[in-house]
């Protein structure tokens, strides 16, 4: 995923919001050089700068729960 960033600002964690705009995840932050879930070539956003997402975000499972649990 690569984009110019919307808005300015230092990032350390991120947060999934749902469809009905409630909370689903919080998580780490960091660039490749810590050990945040997401890692992205900046955590100092500059609106508008270059943004790079290096992770594969893997929330969702293929099978539903209480399939073969």
Same mark, same amino acid.
Request: net charge positive; charged share 25%.
């Given at each position: 995923?690569?984009?110019?960033? @919307?808005?300015?600002?230092?990032?350390?964690? +991120?947060? =999934?919001?749902?469809? !009905?705009?409630?909370?689903?995840?919080?998580?780490?932050?960091?660039?490749?050089? +810590?050990? +945040?879930?997401?890692?992205? !070539?900046?955590?100092?956003?500059?609106? +508008?700068?270059? @943004?790079?997402?290096?992770?594969?975000?893997? =929330?969702?499972?293929?099978?539903?729960?209480?399939?073969?649990?």
């Amino acid at each position: 995923m690569d984009g110019p960033s @919307v808005r300015s600002g230092d990032a350390t964690w +991120g947060r =999934i919001i749902g469809a !009905n705009g409630r909370a689903v995840a919080d998580f780490d932050v960091s660039t490749k050089k +810590g050990d +945040g879930y997401m890692v992205f !070539n900046t955590t100092a956003f500059m609106k +508008g700068g270059p @943004v790079q997402c290096f992770t594969r975000m893997a =929330i969702f499972s293929p099978r539903r729960r209480g399939d073969e649990d």
